[in-house]
């Protein structure tokens, strides 16, 4: 019963601006984390950036200082504001959450590509 719906993704031009949002909605108690994972092609799924129930972050190495993760607690949404794209951040990107039940839900995926 719980769905998380990804937006915000597209073609972008290398430096630009690029924000994902992810909405969770369904029978969820609490939210222990949220989370962005991306995947390109012949490649494995990566941790981009996470957010704990106590607003603690981390990132990626390869994403500091460039993306910034968020969460509406009220509206059950994370945001990924990513800045200064690169093409190497072309990738299908996952939102993750983790409820206080331990049960793990993913989205659909959304598409970034960041053209040269």
């Known amino acids: 019963q719980v769905q998380l719906v990804e937006s915000g993704g597209g073609l972008v031009q290398t430096g630009g601006p690029l924000r994902l949002s992810c909405a969770a909605s369904?029978?969820?108690?609490?939210?222990?984390?949220m989370g962005w994972y991306r995947q390109a092609p012949g490649k494995q799924r990566e941790l981009v950036a996470l957010?704990?129930?106590?607003?603690?972050?981390n990132y990626a190495d390869s994403v500091k200082g460039r993306f910034t993760i968020s969460r509406d607690n009220a509206k059950n949404t994370v945001y990924l504001q990513m800045n200064s794209l690169k093409p190497e951040d072309t990738a299908v990107y996952y939102c993750?959450?983790?409820?206080?039940?331990?049960?793990?839900?993913w989205g659909q995926g959304t598409q970034v590509t960041v053209s040269s």
């Open positions: 957010i704990s129930s106590g607003g603690s972050t």
């Open positions: 993750n959450i983790v409820t206080s039940g331990m049960r793990s839900y």
């Open positions: 369904g029978s969820i108690f609490s939210i222990n984390a």
